[in-house]
């Protein structure tokens, strides 16, 4: 079974930036298409951010032209880059592989306030 270990989180002002990291155990992650998920307090867990297995991304609305996830398949590891920070970022960010989740890691915490 993949293991996912999210980090990078923690507490920025708005308007500041943070790269988020998820390395996942195992060699299947290379053959599958990522996600970056986040869970704001009392609310549902969200899909913000998809990539392709050979780079292609797509975002939610909320954080176009804001977040950019990247991969390096060589170091099994997925990334978020995410700048412009807002308050309604603060969540738990999670990764998790598309159609077919893996076990969820233990997510990152994420805080934007002044």
């Known amino acids: 079974q993949v293991q996912l270990v999210e980090s990078g989180g923690g507490l920025v002002q708005p308007g500041g930036s943070l790269r988020l990291s998820c390395a996942a155990s195992g060699n299947l992650f290379s053959s599958r298409a990522m996600g970056w998920y986040r869970q704001a307090p009392e609310k549902q867990r969200e899909l913000v951010a998809t990539i392709t297995t050979a780079g292609t991304t797509n975002y939610v609305d909320a954080v176009k032209g804001r977040f950019t996830a990247s991969r390096d398949n060589a170091k099994n590891t997925l990334y978020l880059q995410m700048n412009s920070l807002k308050l309604d970022d603060t969540a738990v960010y999670y990764c998790?592989?598309?159609?077919?989740?893996?076990?969820w890691g233990q997510g990152t915490q994420v805080t934007v306030s002044s």
């Open positions: 998790n592989a598309l159609g077919g989740p893996w076990l």
